[in-house]
């Protein structure tokens, strides 16, 4: 998204965004934010680029929105990268203070979260395997703050935190951002301290006893040092109501605190010191009961007659009533933190960098994995702690008719689970062949435990380096190359107990939670680059074509590994082999009418070979679903995006993606739920229809041509504001937003089941309120205004019984939030 700031004549200092492209630069949601004149310098300053750079040339419009996606400042409209930008200002108006909200505004981004842990982002339909995240491997949608990767995809579920700006890169980005960016980036910069005072509280309260305040000041200390600190909290009740313990779940508790210091050393030396602490402490995160699929399991082994024999029924069957009765305690404890030393040295042509970062994530959870109010599944936790080590030395500079950028880049990380799940006295008759002696013995499986002991270590070293080559002042080539090295070693040890303590199992206790152990291992070298040609076709209009090989690192199954006949681990699925990815883009940058319209066009093909999916063989050992390459999926599409402003009180915008993401070759998946739980298809068996009980099932199905999950092929956002001068409290106005986004149907299983597809659906947020002075400003806002009901995912319990379990999203909220900056 390019954000375009404007200053307006007779309302000084008030500027507004262009919304979010879906090509390169997109305008941002229509919001004000401070003029580009006063946030230009700071966002050049956050990144420690020299101001010479020929890409922020001096007499730049005060207007341009300065990014740093190619690690040096420059124009967005001039960089030819698929980017979108929102400041702090435009994410603040359209409340989209974590990554969750900001996929209503950016049609390209996806965002799914059944807890922190098992948190997924995607871009154009890639990045993380859809389903619960495996440690043993890594996200393909790079995450930064302040140019730190943070390697645990939790850390995208907290509020952002005192931030300058996020860009949101589109595309693979491993030339310059590494090997984890096959699908794209999120970078976000936070304000820098500054050596003038100021500062900011926000405060906001709403319906369902939401309150969040915010609050960050800055100063100097001296000549030569400035400090910056900010906080931020957020309560929410929960939107799902547990009949069970009489509480509300699924509620929000976050609190971050961050601090900066700033030390000019020199006129040409500067070092920055960041220190952050975020904490999540909800009652969360629960699935409730959707609806029940058939599936080839035997009827009495479906969950009607299985839920019929303990006399049991859910609460409620319309899950939009948000009730629950889970049993099993509930818990999504997150801590994220760490420290970050950033030196900058203007040294010959250019700038030195180098960044250097530990950090560190616990996480404590507590699920009911079974998504019923039965003793079946009891305890279901795999508590971690992971620590992580990065320093990046980067050299970015011109020379002649050359810009470019070098750097060298370690990575570090380790994480030690020690997990459990313990079955419950509804274990034995809810999981086994109801027709056996054991089924009508809880005591067979009541107590049986499994656990684990799991640990994982990874390294990774690369060299990088890209150059623009500017051969005539509207031509220009770019080539980039990344060598890159990886080594991923595991361990992962379950151990299993019946009730009384023995080791000793049955077939039947086996088949539910099997003894594991083993010691996988990955390592190896790539190499990727891209090249990119970009033309000036006119004063303000860009045109670039890309193209892109990029690697995916291998990984190591760390979450249990599938059984074979006799209940044994299939060894040969400890690994999984390096995606390897050739994209292919081109796109056109576009302002006219005196920089009174935006509008990017972007059209990308991208082929991922062996693509990294998680998947499910409807096993009860294996909770968290194992690792398997697909043999190629395809997305392409074409992203647009708009923004205008007819009147110095009107602007809008509107954003399109048409993505078109699928498996081209997955001859050997798991099967969909309404084709698997029945008896194994053996050679010249014919498979039965779907949804047949007691049928025969295939060992594993061709879903080749299907839909990837978690991706629309369809998304759109749109909005505007509308500003009135006032002078009820001097130099004032009154504002009025509007923002909604629609996504067509997707589907929400790895394999697509027609259980599982979540309909399309669309959203309208709005607010209104009063700014003065450019201090003061309150208002009004609801989202979700026509309280639309939907999913953010579906899922299916294990077993193939047929229970569909959902996440509803929130209801309609409403609040008022007031701001005052000094």
């Known amino acids: 998204m390019s954000v375009r700031s404007i200053r307006y ?31 230009a310098a ?42 979108a930008v929102l400041d702090a200002r435009a994410i603040d108006a359209t409340g989209s203070f974590n990554v969750l909200k900001l996929t209503q505004i950016q049609p390209s981004l996806q965002f799914y979260s059944t807890n922190p842990r098992n948190t997924t982002v995607n871009i154009r339909g890639l990045g993380q395997p859809f389903g619960l995240i495996n440690d043993g491997i890594e996200p393909g949608v790079g995450f930064y703050i302040d140019q730190v990767y943070y390697a645990r995809p939790g850390s995208a579920t907290f509020d952002f935190l005192d931030i300058e700006r996020v860009e949101v890169l589109r595309g693979p980005q491993g030339t310059l951002y590494g090997k984890n960016t096959t699908a794209g980036a999120i970078s976000i910069t936070s304000k820098a301290p500054s050596f003038t005072p100021e500062g900011q509280v926000e405060v ?25 600190i900010g906080a931020s909290a957020t309560k929410r009740q929960g939107t799902i109501y547990n009949v069970t313990t009489n509480a509300h779940v699924n509620s929000q508790d976050n609190l971050g605190v961050r601090g900066t210091l700033l030390y000019k050393a020199t006129d040409t030396l500067k070092l920055t010191l960041s220190g952050d602490y975020n904490r999540q402490n909800p009652d969360c995160c629960v699935q409730i009961y959707v609806r029940t699929g058939a599936t080839q399991r035997p009827l009495n082994r479906q969950f009607a007659a299985l839920a019929a024999a303990f006399n049991y029924a859910p609460p409620s069957t319309n899950a939009f009533d948000r009730v629950t009765d889970l ?155 990344r060598v890159n090295y990886d080594k991923k070693t595991g361990s992962y040890i379950a151990t299993v107990v019946t009730g009384t303590g023995s080791t000793t199992l049955t077939s039947d206790q086996r088949g539910v939670l099997a003894p594991q152990s083993y010691q996988p291992k990955f390592s190896d070298w790539n190499v990727s680059g891209d090249f990119t040609a970009s033309f000036d076709l006119a004063k303000d209009v860009l045109a670039y074509a890309t193209y892109a090989k990029s690697f995916k690192s291998g990984g190591i199954n760390l979450s249990g590994l599938p059984l074979d006949s006799s209940n044994n681990p299939i060894l040969s699925s400890s690994t999984v082999k390096p995606e390897s990815v050739n994209h292919y883009e081109v796109g056109l940058k576009t302002q006219f009418l005196d920089r009174r319209v935006t509008f990017n066009l972007a059209g990308f093909w991208t082929d991922v070979k062996n693509y990294q999916a998680t998947v499910t063989n409807g096993q009860l050992g294996v909770i968290r679903g194992y690792l398997a390459n697909a043999g190629k999926v395809r997305t ?53 229809a779907p949804g047949t009980p007691g049928g025969i099932s295939p060992a594993f199905c061709n879903i080749s041509g299907q839909w990837l999950p978690g991706v629309s092929r369809w998304a759109t956002s749109h909005g505007g504001e509308y500003r009135v001068p006032s002078t009820l409290f001097g130099d004032s106005e009154i504002f009025f937003g509007y923002d909604g986004s629609w996504r067509s149907k997707f589907s929400s299983n790895p394999s697509r089941s027609a259980y599982t597809d979540i309909n399309g659906y669309y959203l309208a947020n709005i607010r209104t309120g009063l700014r003065v002075n450019r201090t003061w400003e309150v208002y009004g806002w609801v989202r979700n205004v026509f309280d639309k009901n939907y999913y953010e995912v579906l899922a299916t319990q294990s077993g193939n019984t047929g229970l569909v379990v959902g996440q509803p999203a929130d209801p309609r909220t409403y609040g008022a939030t007031v701001k005052a900056r000094f």
């Open 204 to 228: 906001s309260a709403g319906n369902l006893g939401f309150v969040q305040g915010k609050a960050s000041v800055s100063g100097p200390l001296s000549d030569r040092v400035a400090i910056r």
């Open 327 to 481: 049993d099993a305690t509930l818990k999504a404890k997150q801590i994220i933190g760490g420290v970050s030393l950033r030196a900058e040295w203007d040294v010959g042509p250019g700038t030195l960098t180098s960044v250097s970062a530990w950090r560190f994530w616990d996480w404590t959870p507590s699920n009911d994995r079974d998504f019923t109010g039965l003793p079946i599944t009891t305890v279901s936790q795999n508590p971690s702690h992971q620590d992580q080590y990065t320093q990046e030395f980067r050299y970015a500079g011109t020379s002649g008719k050359l810009d470019y950028v070098a750097g060298l880049y370690g990575f570090y990380q380790k994480i030690d689970t020690t997990g459990s799940q313990v079955q419950g006295s509804a274990a034995s008759r809810w999981l086994l062949n109801p027709t056996s002696a054991s089924a009508s013995n809880p005591a067979v499986l009541n107590g049986l435990a499994s656990y684990n002991d799991i640990h994982f270590k990874n390294t990774s070293l690369a060299a990088f380096g890209q150059v623009t080559w500017h051969v005539t002042d509207r031509l220009r080539l770019q080539p980039g190359l």
């Open 636 to 688: 392409r599409g074409i992203e647009a995006d708009a923004s205008f402003r007819p009147t110095s009180q009107l602007s809008l915008y509107a954003s399109g993606a048409f993505t078109d993401a699928k498996y081209v070759k997955f001859v050997d998946a798991p099967c969909p739920p309404e084709l698997a739980g029945g008896t194994t298809a053996t050679a010249g068996q014919t498979p039965s």
């Open 42 to 83: 700071p966002a050049a300053a956050g990144t420690g680029q020299p101001p010479r750079q020929r890409t922020v040339p001096a007499g730049a419009p005060s207007g341009d929105i300065i990014v740093s996606a190619r690690r040096r400042s420059e124009v967005v409209q001039k960089v030819p990268l698929a980017i």
């Open 9 to 39: 004549a007779g309302l000084a200092g008030v500027s507004l965004l262009a919304l979010p492209t879906l090509a390169q630069a997109a305008p941002a949601p229509a919001a004000a934010v401070e003029a580009a004149d006063d946030q």
